[in-house]
Protein backbone atom coordinates (compact mmCIF):
# COMPACT_ATOMS: atom_id res chain seq x y z
CA UNK A 1 0.00 0.00 0.00
CA UNK A 2 1.71 3.27 -0.82
CA UNK A 3 2.89 5.43 1.60
CA UNK A 4 0.70 8.61 1.82
CA UNK A 5 0.52 9.18 5.55
CA UNK A 6 2.04 12.83 5.36
CA UNK A 7 -0.59 14.06 2.79
CA UNK A 8 -2.99 12.19 5.81
CA UNK A 9 -1.44 14.25 8.27
CA UNK A 10 -0.62 17.87 7.53
CA UNK A 11 -3.02 18.47 4.64
CA UNK A 12 -4.70 21.20 7.40
CA UNK A 13 -3.92 24.32 7.88
CA UNK A 14 -2.95 26.55 11.10
CA UNK A 15 -6.27 27.44 11.67
CA UNK A 16 -8.26 24.24 10.92
CA UNK A 17 -5.51 22.48 13.19
CA UNK A 18 -5.98 24.97 16.43
CA UNK A 19 -10.06 24.38 15.79
CA UNK A 20 -9.56 20.38 15.73
CA UNK A 21 -7.06 21.25 19.45
CA UNK A 22 -10.04 22.62 20.99
CA UNK A 23 -12.26 20.48 19.78
CA UNK A 24 -10.48 17.71 21.28
CA UNK A 25 -10.81 19.52 24.46
CA UNK A 26 -14.37 18.76 24.82
CA UNK A 27 -13.58 15.34 24.46
CA UNK A 28 -10.21 14.67 27.09
CA UNK A 29 -8.74 11.72 27.72
CA UNK A 30 -8.12 10.47 23.98
CA UNK A 31 -5.55 8.49 22.45
CA UNK A 32 -4.06 10.34 19.48
CA UNK A 33 -2.86 8.38 16.43
CA UNK A 34 0.62 9.46 15.14
CA UNK A 35 1.52 10.07 11.77
CA UNK A 36 4.78 11.62 11.57
CA UNK A 37 7.32 8.96 10.34
CA UNK A 38 4.39 6.04 10.39
CA UNK A 39 2.98 4.49 7.07
CA UNK A 40 -0.45 4.30 6.58
CA UNK A 41 -0.63 0.03 7.46
CA UNK A 42 0.77 1.28 10.64
CA UNK A 43 -1.39 4.17 11.40
CA UNK A 44 -4.66 1.64 10.62
CA UNK A 45 -2.64 -1.34 13.31
CA UNK A 46 -2.43 1.35 15.80
CA UNK A 47 -6.11 2.88 15.24
CA UNK A 48 -7.33 -1.07 15.79
CA UNK A 49 -5.61 -1.56 18.98
CA UNK A 50 -6.67 1.91 20.32
CA UNK A 51 -9.98 1.10 19.81
CA UNK A 52 -9.69 -1.82 22.05
CA UNK A 53 -8.81 0.16 24.57
CA UNK A 54 -9.72 3.50 24.66
CA UNK A 55 -13.43 5.20 24.32
CA UNK A 56 -11.62 8.41 22.52
CA UNK A 57 -9.29 8.36 19.45
CA UNK A 58 -7.78 11.00 17.63
CA UNK A 59 -7.28 10.81 13.92
CA UNK A 60 -7.84 7.39 13.46
CA UNK A 61 -7.12 5.73 10.22
CA UNK A 62 -9.27 3.59 8.45
CA UNK A 63 -9.16 1.32 5.01
CA UNK A 64 -11.39 -0.20 3.16
CA UNK A 65 -12.59 -0.19 -0.55
CA UNK A 66 -9.15 1.54 -1.41
CA UNK A 67 -10.23 4.47 0.37
CA UNK A 68 -8.02 5.77 3.00
CA UNK A 69 -9.61 8.49 5.79
CA UNK A 70 -9.03 9.83 9.15
CA UNK A 71 -11.21 10.55 11.44
CA UNK A 72 -11.01 13.82 13.41
CA UNK A 73 -12.65 11.95 16.78
CA UNK A 74 -14.41 8.49 17.69
CA UNK A 75 -15.89 8.27 20.41
CA UNK A 76 -17.00 4.93 22.18
CA UNK A 77 -20.74 4.78 23.54
CA UNK A 78 -23.17 1.55 24.49
CA UNK A 79 -24.51 1.31 21.17
CA UNK A 80 -21.65 2.02 18.66
CA UNK A 81 -18.63 4.56 17.96
CA UNK A 82 -19.73 8.59 17.00
CA UNK A 83 -17.78 10.18 14.41
CA UNK A 84 -17.09 14.06 14.62
CA UNK A 85 -16.00 15.77 11.62
CA UNK A 86 -14.14 19.17 12.68
CA UNK A 87 -14.34 22.13 10.85
CA UNK A 88 -13.27 25.98 11.47
CA UNK A 89 -16.50 27.38 10.69
CA UNK A 90 -19.71 25.44 8.63
CA UNK A 91 -19.05 26.76 5.68
CA UNK A 92 -20.13 24.73 2.68
CA UNK A 93 -22.74 22.05 3.98
CA UNK A 94 -22.97 20.00 1.04
CA UNK A 95 -19.16 19.90 1.06
CA UNK A 96 -19.15 18.72 4.77
CA UNK A 97 -21.91 15.89 4.37
CA UNK A 98 -20.37 14.76 1.18
CA UNK A 99 -16.95 14.29 3.62
CA UNK A 100 -18.86 12.58 6.16
CA UNK A 101 -20.73 10.34 4.07
CA UNK A 102 -17.31 8.76 3.01
CA UNK A 103 -15.88 8.59 6.14
CA UNK A 104 -18.97 6.26 7.10
CA UNK A 105 -18.80 4.52 4.16
CA UNK A 106 -14.97 3.54 4.65
CA UNK A 107 -15.51 3.24 8.09
CA UNK A 108 -18.39 1.19 8.35
CA UNK A 109 -16.94 -0.93 5.72
CA UNK A 110 -13.92 -1.79 7.68
CA UNK A 111 -16.23 -3.30 10.64
CA UNK A 112 -17.11 -0.64 12.69
CA UNK A 113 -20.40 -0.01 14.08
CA UNK A 114 -20.84 4.02 14.00
CA UNK A 115 -24.16 4.77 16.03
CA UNK A 116 -23.51 8.66 15.18
CA UNK A 117 -21.84 10.68 12.63
CA UNK A 118 -22.02 14.61 13.03
CA UNK A 119 -20.43 17.92 11.56
CA UNK A 120 -18.93 19.91 15.20
CA UNK A 121 -17.70 23.43 14.00
CA UNK A 122 -16.71 26.43 15.79
CA UNK A 123 -19.92 28.98 15.57
CA UNK A 124 -17.99 32.19 15.25
CA UNK A 125 -18.76 34.45 17.61
CA UNK A 126 -16.16 34.70 20.19
CA UNK A 127 -15.02 37.59 22.14
CA UNK A 128 -11.40 38.81 23.94
CA UNK A 129 -12.15 40.53 27.28
CA UNK A 130 -9.46 42.17 28.84
CA UNK A 131 -6.79 39.40 27.14
CA UNK A 132 -9.39 36.27 27.75
CA UNK A 133 -11.64 34.30 25.28
CA UNK A 134 -15.08 34.67 25.71
CA UNK A 135 -16.61 31.71 24.27
CA UNK A 136 -20.44 32.67 23.36
CA UNK A 137 -21.27 29.60 21.91
CA UNK A 138 -18.28 27.60 20.80
CA UNK A 139 -18.44 24.65 18.81
CA UNK A 140 -21.95 23.55 17.40
CA UNK A 141 -22.98 20.24 16.60
CA UNK A 142 -25.20 19.02 13.33
CA UNK A 143 -26.29 15.47 13.63
CA UNK A 144 -26.04 13.92 9.96
CA UNK A 145 -26.23 10.35 10.92
CA UNK A 146 -29.76 10.07 8.37
CA UNK A 147 -28.29 12.20 5.77
CA UNK A 148 -25.01 10.06 5.56
CA UNK A 149 -26.84 7.05 5.64
CA UNK A 150 -28.94 8.10 2.76
CA UNK A 151 -25.85 8.82 0.66
CA UNK A 152 -24.26 5.22 0.90
CA UNK A 153 -25.42 4.10 -2.19
CA UNK A 154 -24.39 6.84 -3.59
CA UNK A 155 -21.00 7.24 -2.09
CA UNK A 156 -20.49 3.07 -3.26
CA UNK A 157 -21.25 3.74 -7.14
CA UNK A 158 -18.90 6.96 -6.74
CA UNK A 159 -16.19 5.65 -5.48
CA UNK A 160 -16.63 3.13 -8.49
CA UNK A 161 -17.13 5.54 -11.48
CA UNK A 162 -13.59 6.99 -10.10
CA UNK A 163 -12.27 3.62 -10.16
CA UNK A 164 -13.14 3.13 -13.31
CA UNK A 165 -12.40 6.82 -14.62
CA UNK A 166 -8.71 6.16 -13.56
CA UNK A 167 -8.92 2.92 -15.06
CA UNK A 168 -9.56 4.20 -18.80
CA UNK A 169 -6.89 5.67 -20.42
CA UNK A 170 -8.44 8.42 -22.40
CA UNK A 171 -12.35 9.74 -20.98
CA UNK A 172 -14.67 11.26 -24.50
CA UNK A 173 -17.18 13.14 -23.32
CA UNK A 174 -19.46 15.54 -26.15
CA UNK A 175 -20.31 18.26 -24.13
CA UNK A 176 -22.89 19.00 -26.82
CA UNK A 177 -25.70 20.65 -24.87
CA UNK A 178 -24.27 20.98 -21.73
CA UNK A 179 -23.07 24.15 -22.69
CA UNK A 180 -25.39 27.74 -21.65
CA UNK A 181 -25.49 30.49 -24.12
CA UNK A 182 -23.32 32.56 -21.79
CA UNK A 183 -20.40 29.67 -22.15
CA UNK A 184 -21.32 29.24 -26.22
CA UNK A 185 -20.72 33.23 -26.25
CA UNK A 186 -17.37 32.93 -24.19
CA UNK A 187 -16.25 29.94 -26.64
CA UNK A 188 -16.75 32.21 -29.49
CA UNK A 189 -15.20 35.28 -27.84
CA UNK A 190 -12.02 33.28 -27.77
CA UNK A 191 -12.30 31.09 -31.33
CA UNK A 192 -12.38 34.70 -32.73
CA UNK A 193 -9.91 36.41 -30.10
CA UNK A 194 -12.72 39.18 -30.12
CA UNK A 195 -11.84 42.57 -27.68
CA UNK A 196 -15.35 44.19 -26.38
CA UNK A 197 -15.08 47.88 -26.48
CA UNK A 198 -17.81 50.25 -25.44
CA UNK A 199 -17.07 53.31 -25.27
CA UNK A 200 -20.26 55.44 -23.79
CA UNK A 201 -20.12 53.14 -21.29
CA UNK A 202 -16.85 53.73 -20.46
CA UNK A 203 -16.86 57.69 -20.67
CA UNK A 204 -19.79 57.43 -18.61
CA UNK A 205 -17.85 55.38 -15.64
CA UNK A 206 -14.99 57.95 -16.11
CA UNK A 207 -17.13 61.03 -15.46
CA UNK A 208 -18.22 60.17 -11.72
CA UNK A 209 -14.54 60.61 -11.20
CA UNK A 210 -12.43 63.46 -9.73
CA UNK A 211 -9.29 64.60 -8.15
CA UNK A 212 -7.81 63.97 -6.01
CA UNK A 213 -7.79 60.51 -7.03
CA UNK A 214 -6.43 57.87 -4.82
CA UNK A 215 -5.25 53.93 -5.97
CA UNK A 216 -6.01 51.99 -2.49
CA UNK A 217 -5.72 47.90 -1.72
CA UNK A 218 -6.28 46.80 2.03
CA UNK A 219 -4.86 43.12 3.00
CA UNK A 220 -5.83 41.22 6.14
CA UNK A 221 -5.68 38.42 8.52
CA UNK A 222 -8.68 36.04 9.88
CA UNK A 223 -7.93 33.97 13.35
CA UNK A 224 -10.30 31.18 14.32
CA UNK A 225 -9.88 32.17 17.84
CA UNK A 226 -9.36 36.17 18.20
CA UNK A 227 -5.74 37.12 19.05
CA UNK A 228 -6.90 40.87 20.78
CA UNK A 229 -9.81 42.29 22.56
CA UNK A 230 -13.14 43.21 20.31
CA UNK A 231 -12.29 41.07 17.46
CA UNK A 232 -14.67 38.10 16.38
CA UNK A 233 -13.36 34.58 14.74
CA UNK A 234 -12.54 34.88 11.24
CA UNK A 235 -13.14 38.82 11.07
CA UNK A 236 -10.83 40.66 8.58
CA UNK A 237 -8.18 42.50 10.57
CA UNK A 238 -6.39 44.78 8.43
CA UNK A 239 -2.49 45.71 8.47
CA UNK A 240 -1.21 46.75 5.42
CA UNK A 241 -2.35 49.31 2.77
CA UNK A 242 -1.02 50.78 -0.17
CA UNK A 243 -2.28 54.29 -1.52
CA UNK A 244 -1.01 55.85 -4.69
CA UNK A 245 -2.47 59.51 -4.93
CA UNK A 246 -2.58 61.62 -8.03
CA UNK A 247 -3.95 65.34 -7.11
CA UNK A 248 -5.04 66.11 -10.46
CA UNK A 249 -4.87 64.97 -14.29
CA UNK A 250 -1.90 63.38 -15.78
CA UNK A 251 0.11 64.73 -12.56
CA UNK A 252 2.54 62.70 -10.55
CA UNK A 253 1.80 59.62 -8.59
CA UNK A 254 2.23 60.05 -4.99
CA UNK A 255 3.11 56.58 -2.69
CA UNK A 256 1.85 56.12 0.86
CA UNK A 257 2.26 52.83 2.68
CA UNK A 258 1.41 51.37 5.62
CA UNK A 259 2.60 47.62 7.60
CA UNK A 260 1.66 47.30 11.37
CA UNK A 261 3.95 45.77 13.87
CA UNK A 262 3.54 42.05 14.30
CA UNK A 263 2.42 40.45 17.41
CA UNK A 264 -0.08 43.42 18.84
CA UNK A 265 -3.11 44.58 17.19
CA UNK A 266 -2.70 46.52 14.11
CA UNK A 267 -6.20 48.26 13.90
CA UNK A 268 -5.32 51.84 15.57
CA UNK A 269 -2.33 52.40 13.89
CA UNK A 270 -4.06 51.17 10.44
CA UNK A 271 -6.75 53.66 10.65
CA UNK A 272 -4.94 56.57 12.18
CA UNK A 273 -2.49 56.52 9.21
CA UNK A 274 -4.70 55.71 6.44
CA UNK A 275 -6.92 58.86 7.42
CA UNK A 276 -3.66 61.17 7.56
CA UNK A 277 -2.65 59.94 4.13
CA UNK A 278 -6.17 59.79 2.64
CA UNK A 279 -6.42 63.71 1.31
CA UNK A 280 -9.70 65.67 1.96
CA UNK A 281 -12.85 65.20 -0.76
CA UNK A 282 -10.81 62.27 -2.34
CA UNK A 283 -12.11 60.18 -4.76
CA UNK A 284 -11.44 56.34 -4.05
CA UNK A 285 -10.86 53.70 -6.21
CA UNK A 286 -10.34 49.88 -5.49
CA UNK A 287 -11.04 46.70 -6.88
CA UNK A 288 -13.89 44.64 -5.81
CA UNK A 289 -14.61 47.37 -2.99
CA UNK A 290 -17.27 45.12 -1.32
CA UNK A 291 -13.89 44.04 0.43
CA UNK A 292 -12.38 47.48 1.51
CA UNK A 293 -16.31 48.50 2.29
CA UNK A 294 -16.44 46.02 4.64
CA UNK A 295 -13.41 46.81 6.58
CA UNK A 296 -13.70 50.35 6.78
CA UNK A 297 -17.46 49.73 8.18
CA UNK A 298 -15.73 47.24 10.87
CA UNK A 299 -13.37 49.77 11.59
CA UNK A 300 -16.07 52.20 12.11
CA UNK A 301 -17.63 50.08 14.90
CA UNK A 302 -14.22 50.01 16.45
CA UNK A 303 -13.85 53.37 16.59
CA UNK A 304 -17.00 55.35 16.65
CA UNK A 305 -15.25 58.52 17.39
CA UNK A 306 -13.34 58.81 13.76
CA UNK A 307 -16.61 57.44 12.56
CA UNK A 308 -18.24 60.63 10.45
CA UNK A 309 -14.82 60.58 8.25
CA UNK A 310 -14.35 56.93 7.70
CA UNK A 311 -18.69 57.12 6.34
CA UNK A 312 -16.55 60.04 4.10
CA UNK A 313 -14.06 57.06 2.68
CA UNK A 314 -17.15 55.18 2.20
CA UNK A 315 -19.20 57.37 -0.03
CA UNK A 316 -16.08 58.62 -1.84
CA UNK A 317 -14.93 54.96 -3.02
CA UNK A 318 -15.46 53.75 -6.55
CA UNK A 319 -15.43 49.92 -7.76
CA UNK A 320 -12.99 49.90 -10.68
CA UNK A 321 -13.73 46.45 -11.38
CA UNK A 322 -17.35 47.93 -12.44
CA UNK A 323 -16.34 48.29 -16.07
CA UNK A 324 -14.57 44.80 -16.54
CA UNK A 325 -17.81 42.98 -14.74
CA UNK A 326 -20.05 44.39 -16.71
CA UNK A 327 -18.12 44.07 -19.81
CA UNK A 328 -18.00 47.06 -21.34
CA UNK A 329 -14.26 46.56 -21.65
CA UNK A 330 -13.59 42.93 -22.36
CA UNK A 331 -11.04 40.58 -23.70
CA UNK A 332 -11.05 37.06 -24.95
CA UNK A 333 -7.65 36.55 -22.56
CA UNK A 334 -10.05 37.09 -19.78
CA UNK A 335 -11.53 33.71 -19.96
CA UNK A 336 -14.98 34.76 -18.99
CA UNK A 337 -13.38 35.52 -15.55
CA UNK A 338 -13.07 39.37 -14.61
CA UNK A 339 -10.88 38.65 -11.67
CA UNK A 340 -7.91 41.34 -11.66
CA UNK A 341 -5.36 38.72 -11.94
CA UNK A 342 -7.01 37.51 -15.33
CA UNK A 343 -7.94 41.38 -16.20
CA UNK A 344 -4.55 42.82 -15.76
CA UNK A 345 -2.43 40.63 -18.21
CA UNK A 346 -5.21 40.67 -20.94
CA UNK A 347 -4.88 44.31 -21.35
CA UNK A 348 -1.52 45.48 -20.14
CA UNK A 349 1.53 43.75 -21.81
CA UNK A 350 4.14 42.01 -19.87
CA UNK A 351 2.34 43.17 -16.52
CA UNK A 352 0.97 40.51 -14.14
CA UNK A 353 -1.09 40.57 -10.90
CA UNK A 354 1.09 38.48 -8.22
CA UNK A 355 -0.37 38.69 -4.84
CA UNK A 356 -0.10 35.75 -2.93
CA UNK A 357 -1.89 36.38 0.38
CA UNK A 358 -0.73 33.43 2.15
CA UNK A 359 2.81 34.11 1.36
CA UNK A 360 3.08 37.50 2.58
CA UNK A 361 0.71 36.58 6.29
CA UNK A 362 3.57 33.96 6.74
CA UNK A 363 6.26 36.62 5.76
CA UNK A 364 4.12 38.98 7.74
CA UNK A 365 4.34 36.58 10.51
CA UNK A 366 7.40 35.72 10.42
CA UNK A 367 8.14 39.53 11.33
CA UNK A 368 7.54 39.08 14.77
CA UNK A 369 9.64 36.53 15.74
CA UNK A 370 11.87 37.59 18.71
CA UNK A 371 14.65 35.44 17.46
CA UNK A 372 14.60 36.60 14.21
CA UNK A 373 17.71 38.14 12.75
CA UNK A 374 17.48 41.62 12.41
CA UNK A 375 18.67 42.69 8.75
CA UNK A 376 17.22 39.54 7.32
CA UNK A 377 13.74 41.34 8.81
CA UNK A 378 14.54 44.73 6.98
CA UNK A 379 14.18 42.61 3.82
CA UNK A 380 10.89 40.93 4.51
CA UNK A 381 9.49 44.07 5.29
CA UNK A 382 10.67 45.49 2.08
CA UNK A 383 9.33 42.79 0.46
CA UNK A 384 5.94 43.48 1.72
CA UNK A 385 5.75 46.89 1.40
CA UNK A 386 6.77 46.62 -2.13
CA UNK A 387 4.38 44.04 -3.19
CA UNK A 388 1.80 46.33 -1.42
CA UNK A 389 2.77 48.99 -4.01
CA UNK A 390 2.78 46.87 -7.30
CA UNK A 391 -0.90 45.64 -6.06
CA UNK A 392 -2.18 49.37 -6.55
CA UNK A 393 0.23 50.56 -9.46
CA UNK A 394 -1.96 47.93 -11.11
CA UNK A 395 -5.27 49.48 -10.93
CA UNK A 396 -3.24 52.92 -11.75
CA UNK A 397 -2.42 50.82 -15.24
CA UNK A 398 -6.18 49.80 -15.21
CA UNK A 399 -7.41 52.96 -15.52
CA UNK A 400 -5.28 53.82 -18.31
CA UNK A 401 -6.69 51.12 -20.06
CA UNK A 402 -10.02 52.24 -19.38
CA UNK A 403 -9.07 56.01 -20.52
CA UNK A 404 -7.15 54.95 -24.00
CA UNK A 405 -10.17 52.63 -24.57
CA UNK A 406 -12.90 55.05 -24.38
CA UNK A 407 -11.62 57.62 -26.77
Not at 381 to 397: F, H, N, P, R
Amino acid sequence: MEDTSKNLGKSCTNEEQRALEMAQKLFPGGITIPFDGFSIDEQIRQTAEAMKRATVIYEAVFSYDGVIVKADIMRKRWNGWELYEVNKINSNNDLCLHVIAVKYYVISGAGVIISKACLKYLYPFYDRVNGSIVEKKGFLTENYTAEVKEQQAKVKKEIARQKKMLDDKASKIDIGKLFKDQQRLLLEESREKKTIVKKPELRQFLEQLWYPLCFLNFETLQYAIPPYDRLKPYQQLPFRYSLHIQKHAGGKLCHRKFLAQPSADPRKGFLEKLLKDIPEDPCILVYNKSFELSCLKELASEFPQKKNRILKILHATIDLMAPFRKRHIYSWKQQGSYSINAVLPAFVKGKNYENDREEAKDLYHAMGEPSGDPMLLAIVKKILLDGCSQETLALVKLLEVIHESSS
